[in-house]
């Protein structure tokens, strides 16, 4: 199986509060995204990182903040949130920023009281 | 940019019976055209994909069909099991254009025992 690990699964937050979501992949791959998807939706994308550096920002507003520390790591800073933030998060991966073929992680369920 | 309008958003199958669904696309340019299948609560999986230099792609109760003319590809589910219910999402992307993977709206196929 595709070797893409998001942590946390699940995590409950207030507005207030500043918190952080991670993705750790393991298969080399050069590109790696960042997607919101709410209920019955289709994935939404918020950012692309290609060979580490940020190629794409989908208007994404500044409380949503990524960071690509390493090849292998992708992190995304959430901070003073509002409740329809709330969705999965989805960090994906693959051999290029527009090779085609996505391996998504299973995702962060985020709740914003 | 791209549009991927895709049909049924619901689908209901007797057991052993085949699925069709069926997805558009607006730009003729796009030359990669993947399916992605999300069960209830897990991520979204690459099940299958076919490229524009092929008109239909085959793995195992699965295929794919592209009319590049017509602008439209379909998925073909035969001999369905409980384990195919499932959310379906096409999409459409133009490798080497630099430019995001655009997906479907979704199709929640049930398969009924």
């Known amino acids: 199986d595709t070797e893409v690990t998001q942590t946390p699964k699940h995590l409950v937050m207030g507005m207030t509060n500043k918190k952080s979501l991670k993705c750790e992949q393991h298969m080399g791959h050069r590109a790696m995204y960042w997607y919101k998807q709410k209920a019955k939706k289709p994935p939404e994308l918020m950012f692309v990182?290609?060979?580490?550096?940020?190629?794409i920002n989908e208007s994404v507003p500044s409380r949503f903040s990524p960071e690509c520390p390493n090849s292998s790591l992708l992190n995304l800073h959430l901070h003073a949130l509002q409740p329809e933030d709330s969705a999965l998060y989805l960090c994906?991966?693959?051999?290029?920023?527009?090779?085609?073929?996505?391996?998504f992680g299973e995702g962060s369920r985020l709740t914003v009281l | 940019g791209e549009n991927v309008e895709q049909h049924p958003s619901t689908l209901s199958v007797q057991e052993g019976d085949s699925a069709v669904i069926k997805c558009t696309y607006s730009d003729s340019a796009s030359n990669y055209f993947p399916w992605y299948k999300q069960e209830l609560g897990k991520r979204p999986q690459l099940i299958i994909d076919i490229r524009s230099n092929v008109g239909e792609k085959k793995d195992q109760r699965i295929a794919v069909t592209l009319n590049k003319t017509a602008k439209h590809f379909s998925l073909h589910i035969t001999e369905t099991q409980p384990e195919d219910s499932a959310v379906y999402f096409c999409a459409a992307l133009r490798v080497g254009g630099n430019e995001k993977l655009t997906f479907g709206t979704g199709t929640r196929l049930t398969i009924i025992p």
């Open positions: 990182y290609s060979y580490e550096k940020l190629s």
């Open positions: 994906a991966i693959s051999a290029g920023p527009d090779a085609g073929e996505l391996f």
